[in-house]
């Protein structure tokens, strides 16, 4: 029998041309399957179209509902399953007229302090900068929920930290009210602290590189705590949780002030800002008729700006140049992971419109 060297060299072509065939469609289907399986923020915490976000560089990046940027948003696994990462360092590009970076979201919505309206949290602080002015009260520090306005002089009745000094253990959560002050000039603005678990913002180094004593009652890097924020008719109920931690509440009247006059500002303002000349008094209805909106994630308080400019927020830390990556390898920046987040507001909201912040 004759066989057709022509028909044979087909077979075999053909046979080929399936082998490979074969052989490709497996990769194929595994780069599908590994854009199916990624993880984004907006599959941990689905609430990401009431809220745009600011990254580290600056920009804004808008709702971040299927996005990532590998050096500032991402997410991350461990044995507590997925979680958001929100990274910042200690230099680069800020957004608005803040000297800070943040990678962080700023509500679309604002509403009015007569409005019920809540942000709840669960996180973990990984990192916060390895270097800075022991003196500064912001150093080593990271904001990680707010609450602000966006009327008048665009003030924050609500800030909330984590700070720890370099060599200790623990380090202290606090929160922080802004003064809404009267009158048209904000220079004399100022914070007061209460603290949560730990210290309070104004206990600071001796000198630049001495460090105050250790909390007892601290928070460490990686330990999961939860807040929760509602403000109905007024009043602003905080409540602050953490397992082996005592749960601690606490209340502020945003429509009617306790600071009007020079005799109300407390001690602690009196030691911290007064002397660099920030002693002003707050308007008798507070925030009563401005919008407010939610912020939340990492804004990290460290930068490298003399402390001979601002004895209380510029930090004189390391920045190498503005250079991410190199603040990164050394452990200047600030690193928090959310777990899990919800946000609630009554439909009685001021406004459904997009709102970009000032981000003081």
Known sequence: MKINSRLISTLFSCSIFLTMMNCSAPSKKAEENEAEEKVYASNVIP???HWNLILGDGSNAGPAIDFEHENFFFTASDEAGDWVVFKAPN????????NNTRTELAQLKKWSPMTNAKLTATLKVMNVS????ARVAATHSVVVGQIHSA????NEPLKIFFKKFPGHTKGSVFWHYEINTEGDDNSGRWDYSTAVWGHDFSVVGSDANTYPEEPEDGIELGEIFSYEIEVKDGMMYLTFESEGHETKTFTKNLIESAYTTTEDIPEQTQNLFVPIGQGGVERPEAYADEGLFF???CYNQTNGKSPE????WCSGAETYGGDIQKQYETGNYAEVWFKEASIQVSDSAISNEGYFIKND
Not at 151 to 154: A, I, K, L, N
Not at 309 to 312: E, G, K, S
């Open 295 to 297: 912020k939340l994630g």
């Open 309 to 312: 400019v601002n004895q209380i």
């Open 91 to 98: 230099s680069g590009d800020t957004h608005g007229t803040s």
């Open 130 to 133: 390895a270097t800075g002015d």
């Open 151 to 154: 009327d008048g002089h665009e």
């Open 47 to 49: 609430f990401f179209d």
